[in-house]
């Protein structure tokens, strides 16, 4: 099934975005649609049936101005050349605000001469040319429907004040347009603002690269950058493509990206001739499109062209995240498809209510319209929209990618956050922790023979010794060991300065000696295993050496993570791991979790989620996107950490960490809470106002004028709320 974006060039009502599905989704050959009221749409497609030109060319028939086609399988912007309405925009993009502030102060120049019986007619003609300029878009928005055969909001307006000024209520009418071509004017605004907080992620990567080609640089269109090109990046510059540091050191800003609001300082990686793949490497060797480059230049290897970079990955994914509703969201539309007939039949009805009640044709007419404006839910239908825009778009600019609505909301409800070990808790590599001498033996000769012996070996274990012991002897010289051998599941052998040195485990020396290890070296062993450290012995020719550990370490922010989730109300905070239970416990004890899982399977993980779900409610699944993708497909929400690089991480989570910190996720959890509790608010006052609206006019209390104040002033209330979501901070 092919994915495709379509982006058109105006924000949609509601209903009007939830008709368009409709019609979409009958096209042969066209699964699934989904659009944004900010003007994305989701279309899944079969190509055996249908084809991009036919899909655009319906949707141009639906009088929607395409702006931009975006294929997930070729993720560069495509313009579509289309004229759509833009004759309506004379004056820019923002004329609908200009023609309702012309249409207002004709109002109001309208009332003021309205008290003076001698400027009546003046009134009467400022009234109009209001009314006219209030209504160029709803006359347009509302003949477009009509030709489609739907009666939607934007006729239901008209009708009201066509009506309003054929009794003579010139005022009222003009009131009615200006009013609600303001509050639909300012809707759209604010809209923008959200859109434009996501539009600005395409602005980050540049247009052209330095390419060094046979000692010379060139100057190319990023799009014509090909894998293992060796791009230059001068200082304070943006860096164009994803790729591993080849030469020279900077601190860059990867804050578009990832959320880090401190620089990284990147470096040279001592294998970058043979790095292929972008998520294996350190952070300090990796760089992004998009980032923002220090006072250093640098030369980078490009590993992923421009279309499958991150930054380019992350555009496509929020705008898809655009389109995706919320629970609330999806309540509301259901409400909606039986309230809105409701109000039509009650309106009807009181069209006729003067042959009941002592009243005349025009007095129940007036009713009526006062009652369908008051009514109209135009309120409720942007209340979510608008805050799970604003939500998501104030994500992406913290680092953390979140695919719609669902797991926005989703997030604020978790009772438990369930943690996979390795690489989230942990820093997913292990690191040399202890160098134990015993007797006479010096700390620094325990090492060198360490390093020595351990440099020959390919295990991750000995790369973490080497490296730890390298960095703590610093520029000591040691001689290089030779004639390695491996002693399968006991340790490994080999000659260094003229005899032979054994590392390994108690059964290693238990078989070279005869006898069991002596007592001080087995019992500092057993302290460290019961720490979750993974120990060893070092012997050289007949003589114990000392021990050496090496164990996966808490990340540094694991701990401070852990007690904001706590304070912020996690009731429970679970590890799962593969490990025995021993080293889980240790890891929990240090960290702050609450509930340590050790001795699992992958199986394993999926049933302690299922339990944790059965016992607490909503559960949250924390890990790299790949291995865990089991087990946080059963929870709550999914979350991986470190997805940018990771084509896999960002696609298999309902919420990506982008840069691999714990750190965002109280942010994450907080934004969502936030967000639940506007759209709450956003519920709460449009509902609110037509419950306050509809009795009063029914019972005639107020007139036009107060319901189109009411019903327009609450549109503009909500969506203003939601927009509070793109400040939010912890």
């Not at 539009?199 to 046979?214: E, G, H, R, W, Y």
């Not at 601190?251 to 990686?269: C, L, Y």
């Not at 309902?654 to 109280?666: F, Q, T, V, W, Y």
Request: charged share 20%; with cysteine; aromatic share 6%.
């Amino acid at each position: 099934m092919n994915k495709l974006q379509v982006e058109i060039g105006e924000q949609l009502h509601t209903r009007k975005a939830r008709r368009v599905e409709q019609i979409l989704r009958k096209k042969t050959g066209v699964d699934y649609v989904s659009i944004s009221a900010s003007g994305m749409m989701l279309i899944e497609w079969d190509d055996n049936l249908t084809a991009i030109p036919d899909i655009t060319e319906s949707i141009k028939k639906l009088g929607l101005h395409i702006v931009g086609v975006k294929n997930a399988h070729e993720p560069t912007q495509q313009e579509v050349n289309d004229s759509g309405l833009s004759f309506l925009y004379l004056l820019g993009e923002n004329t609908e605000l200009y023609y309702a502030i012309i249409s207002g102060a004709c109002w109001i120049s309208g009332v003021v001469f309205s008290f003076t019986v001698a400027f009546e007619n003046i009134a009467t003609i400022l009234f109009i040319i209001g009314a006219i300029f209030g209504g160029i878009f709803t006359f347009s928005s509302a003949g477009k429907d009509l030709l489609r055969g739907r009666f939607e909001i934007d006729f239901l307006m008209l009708f009201a004040a066509i009506g309003a000024a054929i009794l003579g209520h010139w005022g009222e009418s003009a009131l009615l347009l200006f009013l609600f071509s303001l509050g639909h004017a300012l809707e759209q605004y604010a809209m923008k603002r959200a859109r434009k907080s996501i539009a600005a992620l395409s602005d980050l990567a540049p247009p052209t690269a330095l390419v060094k080609q046979n000692g010379e640089l060139k100057e190319v269109h990023i799009e014509a950058l090909k894998v293992c090109d060796i791009i230059v990046v001068r200082p304070n510059s943006t860096i164009a493509a994803d790729g591993v540091v080849t030469n020279g050191t900077s601190p860059v800003n990867q804050a578009a990206i990832t959320g880090e609001s401190m620089p990284i300082t990147k470096r040279p990686s001592p294998n970058w001739e043979n790095e292929i793949e972008i998520k294996k490497l350190l952070p300090e060797y990796r760089v992004f499109a998009g980032t923002i480059n220090g006072n250093g230049a640098l030369e980078i290897k490009v590993l992923k062209e421009a279309k499958d970079s991150t930054l380019s990955r992350l555009i496509y994914l929020v705008k898809e995240a655009e389109t995706q509703k919320s629970p609330t969201q999806h309540l509301t539309d259901k409400f909606e498809k039986f309230y809105v007939p409701a109000v039509l039949i009650s309106v009807i009805l009181l069209l006729f209510a003067f042959v009941i009640i002592d009243e005349s044709f025009e007095q129940s007419f007036y009713r009526a319209m006062s009652v369908l404006i008051a009514a109209s839910p135009c309120a409720l239908a942007i209340s979510t929209p608008s805050a799970v825009l604003a939500g998501i778009a104030r994500a992406a600019r913290q680092g953390v990618l979140i695919k719609g609505g669902r797991p926005l909301e989703d997030l604020g409800g978790i009772n438990a956050i369930a943690f996979d070990k390795t690489g989230t808790l942990t820093e997913g590599r292990p690191t040399l922790t202890h160098a134990i001498p015993f007797g006479t033996i010096t700390k620094t000769h325990l090492l060198k023979v360490a390093v020595a012996v351990e440099a020959l070996s390919d295990h991750p274990l000995a790369a973490a010794i080497v490296a730890g012991g390298r960095k703590e002897l610093g520029a000591i010289n040691i001689p290089e060991a030779e004639n390695l051998k491996a002693l399968i599941a006991r340790g490994i052998q080999a000659e260094w300065d003229g005899s032979v040195v054994h590392i390994g485990n108690r059964r290693l020396f238990e078989e070279l000696t005869g006898v069991p290890v002596p007592e001080d070296i087995d019992l500092k062993m057993s302290e460290l295993e019961s720490d979750g450290h993974t120990a060893m012995i070092v012997h050289q020719a007949n003589e114990y050496l000392g021990i050496i550990s090496a164990m996966d370490v808490a990340r540094p922010e694991a701990i401070s993570t852990l007690a904001a989730l706590k304070k912020i109300g996690i009731k429970r905070m679970v590890m799962l791991t593969g490990d025995n239970q021993k080293v889980a416990d240790s890891i929990a004890k240090s960290i702050g979790i609450t509930d340590p899982l050790g001795s699992l399977l992958p199986e394993d993980k999926v049933t302690a989620i299922e339990q944790l779900k059965e016992q607490l409610g909503g559960v949250a699944m924390v890990g790299d996107g790949v291995n865990d993708a089991p087990a946080m497909a059963k929870s709550t929400v999914g979350i991986a950490m470190g997805a940018a690089g990771s084509d896999v991480a960002l696609e298999t989570a309902d919420i990506a960490l982008m840069a691999d910190r714990l750190d965002n996720l109280p942010f994450a959890i907080g934004l969502s809470r936030k967000a639940k509790l506007i759209i709450k608010q956003n519920l709460i006052i449009s509902l609110g106002m037509v419950a306050l609206l509809v009795p009063l006019t029914m019972m005639g209390t107020i007139a036009i004028g107060p319901a189109v104040v009411g019903h327009e002033g609450s549109t503009v209330i909500v969506v203003l709320n939601a927009l509070r979501l793109l400040k939010y901070e912890m």
